[in-house]
């Protein structure tokens, strides 16, 4: 047993793992490798947990303007998976978010913010219970099945209803989401969405009706769906959602700063622990509203401003013109900047143009 003991607690040791609770008892031997395996992760869970609190506390402290407080529970299968990845053990792959769909959904959410849009409605559909099991089958249903037939509801909607005011007749149709597949609700999606407060019965009313046609399970069942709208405070909750939708963000993304002279993961700028995002059998694995057709407009006038197959800079330039820029395009990642409580802490904080979006069709971009 002893020698069962020292011989995984070297491979734990020289490959970075971090052991489970059932590893644990395992790990007691008298050898070298037991006794650094032990003064590494702690006898017990208890002990290997304190020490990990412990760790994240001093990175807070010193680090008091990016780290946040993580909310919800920390699981042991999901704290193996962090450091295997962070060292670049790749032997169990997963479908993480990357850093430029991070920042793709942040700046989406941003702009609309900056616009007067919030998107007030979290919406999560686990198409597994659905007894749709194909991701790809999952993925076309939502596009065609689901947002296809939301459009039409909401164009229609937010014209006759006498419920909602004039003022927010005008207000589009705005969402975006995340899928991820994990062994408790199988393959879903996570989706905020941009609905007037006034007609929010009436949403959920639908999508009752609309996941009730698409669903191979008769009755959908109860946790299949799970709509949250709560009136208060809807732009703090709309942030809270998107750093739980980027939970499953990839663990070796970084950020530098000059600040600190050194390294932070990109993970420390959201509020939830890193969770397994699991593998994705799908070619896309997040998604919002297209604004704008980028790439229409890039055909018609990359060739006036020299953007030949650069289409990410034309976007760049593009967002610029236009009187958008976020906290993270301006390089700022304060947790109090990137994360604004209120529209007013918003324009404060980054001013923009509230007016119309200027065209993007003359010199300017030069």
């Not at 295997?84 to 978010?97: F, I, M, N, P, V």
């Not at 919002?288 to 760049?316: G, H, P």
């Amino acid at each position: 047993m002893s020698n069962y003991s020292e011989e995984m607690a070297q491979q734990m040791t020289v490959s970075g793992n971090t052991p489970n609770k059932e590893k644990f008892s395992l790990l007691q031997g008298l050898g070298f490798y037991s006794k650094l395996a032990t003064a590494i992760y702690g006898s017990n869970e208890k002990e290997f947990q304190k020490a990990m609190s412990q760790e994240a506390n001093a990175a807070k402290k010193a680090y008091a303007d990016i780290y946040i407080y993580k909310r919800g529970r920390q699981y042991s299968s999901d704290i193996e998976h962090y450091y295997r990845y962070q060292k670049g053990d790749l032997s169990k792959r997963s479908t993480h978010l990357t850093r430029k769909e991070f920042t793709d959904l942040y700046n989406f959410i941003s702009d609309a913010n900056q616009e007067g849009y919030i998107l007030n409605v979290g919406l999560t559909i686990s198409w597994s219970m659905l007894g749709i099991k194909r991701h790809k089958e999952a993925t076309g249903l939502l596009d065609k099945g689901f947002i296809k037939h939301l459009k039409s509801w909401h164009a229609y909607r937010i014209k006759t209803d006498p419920a909602v005011p004039d003022k927010s007749r005008e207000t589009p149709l705005l969402w975006c989401y995340v899928h991820e597949n994990s062994p408790q609700m199988g393959f879903h999606t996570h989706m905020m969405i941009c609905i007037p407060q006034e007609i929010i019965p009436s949403f959920r009313h639908w999508v009752r009706n609309r996941i009730q046609k698409l669903s191979k399970v008769q009755p959908v069942p109860k946790k299949a769906v799970h709509i949250s709208t709560p009136p208060s405070q809807p732009l703090k909750r709309q942030w809270i959602r998107f750093q739980y939708m980027c939970k499953g963000l990839d663990p070796r993304e970084i950020l530098r700063f000059e600040k600190y002279g050194c390294a932070i993961p990109l993970l420390a700028l959201t509020q939830f622990h890193y969770r397994d995002p699991g593998l994705l059998d799908c070619k896309k694995k997040m998604g919002y509203t297209q604004r704008y057709n980028f790439f229409a407009l890039y055909k018609k006038e990359y060739r006036n401003y020299d953007y030949v197959f650069n289409l990410e800079q034309y976007k760049s330039d593009f967002r610029k013109i236009s009187g958008f820029c976020s906290a993270l395009d301006q390089g700022i990642y304060d947790i109090r900047t990137l994360y604004p409580s209120t529209l007013d802490d918003m324009t404060k904080s980054y001013p923009r143009n509230m007016s119309k979006k200027n065209s993007f069709s003359d010199s300017r971009i030069r």
